[in-house]
Nanobody, 121 residues
């Protein structure tokens, strides 16, 4: 299977920045889409940003202009640069990736364990 490990969360003041990273490992044949989701207390998990293998991106309206998603295909890693952070960005951020693994190109859709982002003064 494919494992995802996130890093880079923490506590930041409003207006500050953080950069999240997520590295995929395992018998990866190809990663198609990579993305970030978040879940705030009492709310459903929501899409933050996604990037395709070709580099196309899509963002939630609430983060457009403030967050930037990118990926390094050679390292099987996706990043989320978060600027101008607001208290409402506080949530657990989860990495997601899908594609194929192993010799038979079995499909996978994996999630990371989550990393806490807290925006507070």
């Amino acid at each position: 299977q494919v494992q995802l490990v996130e890093s880079g969360g923490g506590l930041v003041q409003p207006g500050g920045s953080l950069r999240l990273s997520c590295a995929a490992s395992g018998s990866i044949f190809k990663i198609v889409d990579m993305g970030w989701y978040r879940q705030a207390p009492g709310k459903q998990r929501e899409l933050v940003a996604v990037i395709t293998g070709g580099g196309s991106t899509n963002y939630a309206d609430s983060v457009k202009g403030r967050f930037t998603i990118s990926r390094d295909n050679a390292k099987n890693t996706v990043y989320l640069q978060m600027n101008s952070l607001k208290p409402e960005d506080t949530a657990v951020y989860y990495c997601n990736a899908n594609g194929g693994y192993g010799l038979d190109y079995d499909a996978f859709n994996s999630w990371g364990q989550g990393t806490q982002v807290t925006v507070s003064s």
